[in-house]
């Protein structure tokens, strides 16, 4: 896949519909919204999957963007702030409850739609696993799998050298040099992309990062 030309065919509609907006202390980045909106665009995906809500900062991304779709927000512990913020969108259903239990039988429920699904909890291993169960279905075309960031201070993280190693031909993942140059800016003087946590010179990284699986 070309992720160049999707990001340049898609970059308009992101600003158009999404920016500015403000990031949560806690959530994606913009740029990294950006990233899952158009490769989810791109595959023309009719439903979208979100499993870890937290203060609701991804699902107004994902609401603004993708205003004419449904959008299926899971958390075992829905907070009340990110049942505020998304208030104000017609698009969106917030379910509390397990996401290993809820996302398959939605799966099952919707096998003639074409299905993006954003796993930002659970984290780490159990994400990948969750992701890679959900990709064996058929009508699921993206999986996005935040916090796969290179490094935490510097201690290369196992989840990232098991989803660098996965057998998936196409994927993608938003610590990529090409996207962060481009994109960044997205992000504005919001310094989280280089803050400690994820970056060192030595090793690179921008931001949590969000690790794609693509049909």
Do not use: W
């Not at 970059?11 to 990233?35: C, H, T, Y």
């Not at 739609?113 to 064996?136: E, W």
């Not at 490094?151 to 190693?165: A, E, H, N, P, T």
């Amino acid at each position: 896949m070309d992720f160049q030309k999707v990001f340049d065919d898609h970059i308009q509609k992101f600003n158009d519909r999404v920016m500015p907006n403000r990031k949560l202390s806690r959530g994606i980045l913009n740029s990294e919204g950006f990233a899952f909106c158009s490769i989810s665009d791109h595959y023309g995906v009719d439903l979208i999957i979100e499993s870890g809500v937290c203060n609701g900062g991804s699902t107004t991304i994902l609401c603004k963007y993708f205003n004419d779709i449904p959008i299926v927000s899971i958390d075992s512990e829905l907070k009340t702030e990110a049942v505020v913020r998304t208030s104000i969108f017609h698009n969106v259903t917030l379910i509390n409850g397990d996401s290993h239990e809820m996302i398959p039988q939605i799966l099952d429920a919707f096998k003639d739609s074409t299905i993006a699904v954003l796993i930002d909890g659970p984290k780490s291993i159990n994400a990948i696993t969750l992701g890679k169960k959900c990709f064996d279905h058929s009508h699921v075309k993206v999986i996005g799998i935040h916090d796969l960031f290179k490094s935490l201070y510097g201690k290369i993280k196992q989840d990232r050298v098991m989803f660098d190693k996965l057998d998936i031909p196409n994927r993608f993942i938003t610590d990529n040099p090409e996207f962060v140059s481009t994109f960044k800016y997205l992000d504005g003087d919001d310094t989280g992309g280089y803050h400690p946590k994820y970056f060192t010179k030595e090793i690179g990284g921008y931001g949590p990062t969000i690790g794609f699986m693509l049909k």
